[in-house]
């Protein structure tokens, strides 16, 4: 099993038994609930040996349910095995529980990102511009640059930065989405230097909701 923990990272077990009804562990490790458990072994092979709920959530479907798994692909493609990131824990506990509520699925996956990148070192920039320091405005326009944050457009074309709204760029950082044309913009900044970051790999989760969708 795969495990995400608060102190330890995430991390591999063996679950022995756990497919078994009689056990009583098949009903408790169940994807995406929150859990207390201990271990024993070697780092290469260690063993569950204790489960307990600590709360149990709604059983996450549809688009929650690939959003977790899009969250949870990003945290191993992001993460060493067994570094402890207490925050970014932190913030996919709380984006499992809103999916569990039902709120809105990509307002969550937006603040998921921007935790991510800002745990493991790539924080965005987002309150001023990187050229002339002035404050974002709501009304301009900028492109963003990954190495050093938005600069304001002068009416130029820039194939290195990513056109971005100032509007969009206050509610990435406010983490509050006034309207869809925010709420699209960041998802494609945030996508982009995701994508930067992994160096072009593709995200399994993302092409299998993709051809999801075009089945359905």
């Known amino acids: 099993m795969d495990m995400f923990t608060r102190e330890y990272g995430r991390f591999r077990l063996l679950a022995k038994g756990a497919r078994r009804q009689k056990t009583g562990q098949r009903a408790i490790l169940q994807s995406f609930q929150p859990l207390s458990i ?3 072994g070697k780092r290469s092979l260690m063993t569950l040996t204790g489960t307990e709920a600590l709360q149990t959530y709604p059983r996450l479907k549809h ?3 690939a959003s977790a798994y899009y969250m949870s692909e990003l945290l191993f493609k992001f993460l060493h095995a067994n570094d402890s990131h207490e925050v970014l824990f932190e913030a996919y506990a ?3 529980e809103q999916l569990a509520g039902n709120q ?3 307002t ?5 990102e921007c935790s991510l990148l800002s745990e493991v070192g790539y924080g965005l920039q987002l309150e001023f511009d990187a050229s002339s320091l002035l404050p974002i405005k709501n009304d301009a326009h900028y492109f963003y640059y990954p190495e050093k944050g938005p600069v304001e457009i002068d009416g130029q074309h820039d194939e290195n930065g990513l056109a971005v709204s100032g509007r969009t ?3 990435l950082a406010a983490r509050q989405f006034v309207d ?6 960041s998802k494609h900044l945030l996508r982009h230097l995701l994508a930067r970051q992994i160096a072009g790999r593709s995200l399994n989760t993302r092409e299998v909701y993709t051809q999801m969708l075009k089945l359905k």
Do not use: D, N
Request: glycine share 8%.
């Open 104 to 106: 809105e699925s990509e």
């Open 169 to 171: 760029l206050k509610s």
């Open 108 to 112: 969550v996956l937006r603040g998921f």
């Open 38 to 40: 201990s271990w024993s």
């Open 180 to 185: 869809q044309g925010s709420l699209k913009e």
């Open 94 to 96: 709380q984006a499992i």
């Open 63 to 65: 688009r929650s349910l």
